[in-house]
């Protein structure tokens, strides 16, 4: 399956608000005195503020065997690292940023789901987190994958619509 939906979506929705950015080939990882950094996604740049983005495609609801999931938002630790590795070396001006586009698997447009995107044949819901605030609210998932999540409720009280950040708009819904 073509896991890379997720990244070109979000690139449509910056395309079609014109913010500027660049996109970032992920070949091989960088590296610094310390060694390898986990890449991210995209730096964004807005106004004057600078955002440095990783995309986490997530289905929703996500099936997980009988149960559907919600609000889906597991990330690998090596990802909040290197996202910290990254702000620190880009400097004062660059923030990280979680984008989540969330892959509708039922139908949007509704009050309870709108679709902030529609590309290729599919709807997303895309809101954001700074990653620093999903670091103080994060808990270990698994120790084997060191993964990491925040607890549904709290998840939906730092999540905002991608437009509050990187337009300054409060967006749809």
């Given at each position: 399956?073509?896991?890379?939906?997720?990244?070109?979506?979000?690139?449509?929705?910056?395309?079609?608000?014109?913010?500027?950015?660049?996109?970032?080939?992920?070949?091989?990882?960088?590296?610094?005195?310390?060694?390898?950094?986990?890449?991210?996604?995209?730096l964004?740049?807005?106004?004057?503020?600078?955002?440095?983005?990783?995309?986490?495609?997530?289905?929703?609801?996500?099936?997980?065997?009988?149960?559907?999931?919600?609000?889906?938002?597991?990330?690998?630790?090596?990802?909040?690292?290197?996202?910290?590795?990254?702000e620190?070396?880009f400097?004062?001006?660059?923030?990280?940023?979680l984008?989540?586009?969330?892959?509708?698997?039922?139908?949007?447009?509704?009050?309870?789901?709108?679709?902030?995107?529609?590309?290729?044949?599919?709807?997303?819901l895309l809101?954001?987190?700074?990653?620093?605030?999903?670091?103080?609210?994060?808990?270990?998932?698994?120790?084997?994958?060191?993964?990491?999540?925040?607890?549904?409720?709290?998840?939906?009280?730092?999540?905002?619509?991608?437009?509050?950040?990187?337009?300054?708009?409060?967006?749809?819904?």
């Open positions: 399956m073509d896991h890379h939906h997720y990244e070109r979506a979000f690139e449509s929705w910056l395309r079609q608000r014109r913010v500027p950015y660049v996109a970032i080939e992920q070949v091989r990882r960088s590296a610094d005195k310390d060694g390898p950094i986990k890449s991210f996604d995209f964004v740049h807005s106004g004057r503020r600078h955002w440095v983005v990783d995309v986490k495609g997530k289905r929703f609801p996500a099936a997980s065997g009988t149960r559907e999931t919600w609000w889906e938002n597991w990330i690998h630790l090596a990802d909040i690292e290197g996202l910290f590795a990254w620190q070396h400097g004062a001006g660059y923030e990280a940023l984008v989540y586009a969330y892959w509708l698997q039922i139908p949007a447009g509704g009050p309870a789901v709108p679709a902030t995107l529609s590309f290729d044949g599919r709807d997303y809101v954001a987190v700074p990653v620093r605030k999903f670091a103080e609210h994060c808990r270990r998932r698994s120790t084997r994958w060191k993964a990491v999540h925040v607890p549904e409720k709290t998840f939906t009280k730092l999540i905002r619509p991608v437009d509050f950040f990187i337009t300054g708009a409060a967006g749809p819904g």
